[in-house]
């Protein structure tokens, strides 16, 4: 392919502008004398309101508004900022009469300025009636367990929904014989894995402004990865016409699925909407670590049937979900625990995903990064180490010899969805054992695997290294749910106007989309000016989540492209006497073997000759299928035996993402997704007091990764084409925060034998291990 | 309070709390180039040079800045007159979402005053104070090296 713009590095188009600080993000769109908000968070995991007294609130000078269960009218929602109907429980109020973890949301103040917002909260009399609280999944699928929900709450979709039992959701699925299959197999390997909470850590803080613009309609400006939905769901539950309401995505301070829940705009929106003021809410770091959302705690059995040749005869895997107080995301992360794990190994003929998303009185999981996928492959990839090494075979020709591959498919895709069944779809591009080779290659596998070397030996030495990898997939996109779209308009000089709703968060997908339509007309991609994530100025997406923005949006922008190509062609052959369908469109002109004409030329006369109309057009995508993007990863560890610390030396990614459109990017998507998996595998944790809790919400407590933390990181890009996506692009987004925890564990067993089957691997846990077997 | 600053070379006067930190009172003031991303210290996302002086302003109180230089992110290039730490950041892929940019520019500006040629291990120190989620480091350590080798060959 001879692409000019596509494939290319280019900086991203609102790079210097970040650089020099010209960008706006939601807060720094502050309005003039904005009605500042402060929340009420319940001090109880569990509790019904008696009463709330706001009589000395109300006093305080300054304060304009207080909201609470007794004031604002209630209407059961999801926030879970999906399409609709969501496929996430209807089981929450913007407030409630119960509190159901500490951190929920219990009144809201508005008033002049953030501090009198504050002092009215300490003035608010709340009296609580504590019910027994619940943290523990299994306590909570008792009969006798307190119930965390039992009012009206209801699923609006047809699913597997019982908040009498606790169950937020259920999946069951069945292949072929289990039971059958594990009494063919010549061994079993049985083990349950457990993954912790998370905070996703977006630098930006949530904000959201509203106000009224001059013809008295709502602008909300958030920190949003879904702005349509964000404006579907706030018409909704505020109870103001969707056409009052403008949405507008600003520059994001990331995302990482943290931003997808619809949380904080129905109450700027409401605040603005009762008192005809603007209205700003801007969460403190600790409201962001205990109030918003949180990766799901997992706990996954796996039990696998083996045959002597090491072909998996059956294979179970159960999953438990934290789903916390509210099920938002529930459903959908539970069902891509097994819709992106289990294809991988496709060959397996006796297949059973069992999986329940749990309620609980902690704080609430969503969408994080991997989004389930995650925690799978923490499981999937121990499990077939150990399997691998039971037969004695090299965990990578292991995995060569049963991984699904081009022209294959699995049942899996068809029987798991996301609320409804899946689609079917047969892998077009896979490039795994490349992954694989080349980072076996970078990270010295062959001479490293097995070694122990270390800066002594086992029984005196204390530092000692090993090598562990693990392999992932995701999705490009949710198939026959996410729909984006786009238009395109052509100016005087042969620049293009682009509109998406497609939503940066600052993975560079304005960029990306410039670049795919400056490819399609053959401009450079500085001839493309983009507006996009505008509730107003540019047309639908779903957002950004479920790895879609190049491959569905792409898919949008690319089709709208070709629309204008099409339009410009047929004019220049107008212009020229010549066939429209001989026209090539190259380096800003229509051109037909030696004869051409500039885009100029082409967009004047349109717009001012003969004819006359705007060379423009629209086009909206939806994918049949969701090709996933693969990867090998590969982890060289340090572990201290006197302490039980891990260091991570050295990291490597080798990603088959379609063609990468953008190649620094697509490195980037990679490079941050893996450092967070480090870290998240080594250090970050949610720890709780007995009473629920969230005891470290700082990131003076809750540790991420620095630049002096940071391990060689070794990015390796292998292209494939994928025929579907635009220019042979899959996404790249989330699939690298899968694969770190897995490499890592066993890197940890390859160093010093032991396994570790919970995360995070803090040095204490690993020490514990180290005791446990007689190490130390 | 009332107190004059000088920010990026230009006097303002502002008033503010007795408690009010340098970050609020800048960003009240319109420099919203300086993020506030934990207001605890932590992050780095809030760092201006008082002084010369890398500091976290959400850790400064704005009475105790009275009278001082400032310098925020805009005072050492704009997107006219981009810094060649700012141009590195953006050809090199280290500026993905952006909100923690500012600092880290400034971070590095401040490192590279200090030491014109520092290696990676040092320019990872110089660096250490100030959180990215987005980028993984990699290519920020790349920008800051390649920032340093224009501005040593820029002399």
């Known amino acids: 392919m001879a692409e000019k713009t596509v494939g290319k590095s280019i900086p991203k188009i609102d790079a210097i502008a970040l650089a020099t600080g010209a960008e706006k993000f939601a807060d720094d769109m502050r309005p003039p004398e904005p009605l500042e908000c402060a929340i009420l968070y319940s001090p109880h995991s569990h509790a019904e309101i008696v009463s709330i007294d706001t009589t000395e609130a109300e006093k305080l000078e300054g304060v304009v508004d207080i909201l609470h269960y007794g004031n604002v009218e209630p209407r059961l929602h999801t926030t879970a900022g999906q399409g609709f109907p969501e496929p996430s429980p209807y089981d929450t109020l913007l407030f409630d009469r119960r509190v159901r973890f500490t951190g929920d949301r219990v009144a809201l103040a508005a008033a002049k300025d953030a501090e009198t917002a504050r002092r009215a909260l300490d003035l608010i009399k709340v009296e609580y009636k504590t019910l027994e609280p619940v943290f523990d999944m299994e306590e909570a699928l008792q009969k006798n367990a307190p119930r965390v929900h039992d009012g009206e709450e209801h699923a609006v979709i047809p699913v597997a929904y019982r908040p009498e039992q606790n169950i937020a959701a259920e999946i069951d699925v069945s292949i072929g014989d289990v039971e059958g299959g594990f009494d063919k197999s010549d061994f079993i390997v049985e083990r349950t894995y457990e993954t912790h909470y998370a905070s996703h850590c977006a630098l930006e803080p949530h904000a959201v402004i509203s106000y009224f613009d001059e013809q008295g309609r709502l602008v909300i400006v958030s920190s949003t990865q879904v702005p349509f939905h964000a404006r579907r769901i706030v018409s909704r539950v505020c109870g103001i016409p969707l056409r009052k309401i403008r949405v507008i995505k600003p520059r994001l301070g990331g995302g990482f699925g943290g931003k997808q829940e619809v949380f904080l705009e129905p109450l700027a929106a409401l605040v603005s ?102 925690q799978g492959y923490f499981a999937f990839n121990q499990h077939i180490d150990i399997i691998a090494r039971r037969i004695g075979m090299d965990v990578l020709d292991y995995i060569k010899q049963w991984h699904i591959r081009e022209g294959e498919t699995s049942p899996l895709f068809e029987a798991l969805g996301e609320g409804k069944e899946g689609v079917s779809q047969v892998i077009g591009s896979c490039g795994l054992d490349e992954c694989i080779d080349r980072g076996a290659e970078e990270i010295g596998w062959k001479t490293k695997r097995g070694k122990r070397t270390g800066s002594g030996d086992r029984v005196h030495g204390d530092i000692v290294r090993g090598v562990g990898a693990a392999v992932s997939m995701q999705g490009s996109g949710i198939p026959r749910i996410d729909m984006a779209s786009a238009s395109m308009k052509m100016n005087e000089d042969g620049s293009f106007n682009l509109s998406t709703g497609a939503t940066d968060l600052g993975t560079g997908s304005d960029t990306i989309l410039a670049q795919i339509a400056a490819e399609v007309l053959g401009v450079e991609a500085d001839a493309v000016i983009v507006t996009s994530a505008d509730t107003d100025l540019t047309p639908f997406d779903t957002g950004a989540y479920a790895s879609s923005t190049t491959y569905v949006s792409g898919g949008a922008v690319k089709r709208c492209a070709e629309k204008v190509a099409l339009r410009i062609r047929e004019r220049a052959g107008s212009m020229l006497g010549l066939p429209a369908d001989g026209f090539s469109c190259r380096d800003g002109r229509a051109v037909h073997g030696k004869k051409s004409i500039s885009f100029e030329e082409i967009a004047l006369d349109a717009m001012y000759a003969r004819d006359q109309e705007q060379i423009q057009a629209q086009a909206s995508f939806t994918a049949d299928i969701s090709p996933p993007p693969f990867m090998a990863q590969f982890a060289e560890i340090e572990v201290d035996l006197r302490t039980g610390r891990i260091r991570v030396v050295k990291f490597v990614s080798a990603v088959d993402c379609g063609r990468p459109l953008n190649p620094a990017l697509a490195e980037g998507q990679v490079e941050g997704a893996a450092l967070n998996g480090i870290s998240y595998a080594l250090c970050e944790d949610f720890v709780f007091s007995k009473d629920g809790k969230l005891l470290n919400p700082r990131f003076w407590d809750y540790k991420i990764y620095n630049t002096v933390d940071q391990p060689e990181l070794a990015t390796i890009i292998v292209p494939s084409n994928e025929e579907t996506g635009p220019f042979g692009a899959k996404s790249v987004g989330e699939i690298a925060i899968n694969g770190p925890a897995p490499a890592i564990a066993n890197a940890l067993y390859d160093a010093v034998g032991i396994r570790m089957y919970s995360l995070p691997m803090t040095p204490e846990k690993v020490f514990g291990r180290l005791v446990e077997e007689g190490m130390v | 309070m009332k107190g004059f600053f000088t920010v990026n070379g230009a006097r303002i006067e502002a008033s503010f709390d007795p408690g009010e930190t340098l970050l609020r009172v800048l960003r009240k003031a319109g420099f919203t180039e300086v993020k506030e991303g934990c207001n605890e210290g932590c992050c780095g996302s809030c760092v201006v040079l008082l002084d010369g002086k890398l500091v976290n302003s959400c850790q400064v109180f704005a009475a105790s800045a009275k009278g001082r230089s400032i310098t925020t992110v805009r005072g050492i290039g704009d997107l006219h007159h981009p810094h060649p730490i700012q141009t590195a950041f953006a050809e090199s892929g280290a500026v993905q979402c952006g909100f923690c940019t500012p600092g880290m520019v400034l971070a590095a500006y401040s490192l590279l005053q200090e030491n014109g040629d520092p290696d990676d291990e040092e320019i990872r120190r110089g660096l250490d104070g100030n959180l990215c989620r987005c980028t993984g480091y990699v290519k920020i350590v790349e920008a800051v090296r390649k920032a340093a080798e224009r501005m040593r060959a820029d002399g």
């Open chain 1, 273 to 374: 909407w009762r008192n005809r003021k603007p209205a700003r809410i801007v969460l403190s770091r600790e409201e962001v670590f205990y109030a918003t959302r949180t990766r799901h705690a997992m706990k996954i059995m796996l039990k696998a049937g083996v045959g002597k040749d090491g072909g998996i005869t059956a294979l179970r895997m159960d999953g438990l979900l934290n789903a916390g107080a509210y099920g938002t995301h529930a459903l959908t992360v539970l069902s891509n625990v097994g819709s992106k794990v289990l294809p991988m190994f496709n060959k397996i003929e006796s297949i059973r995903f069992f999986g329940r998303s749990v309620y609980t009185n902690l704080p609430v999981g969503g969408a994080y990064r991997g989004y389930g996928a995650t």
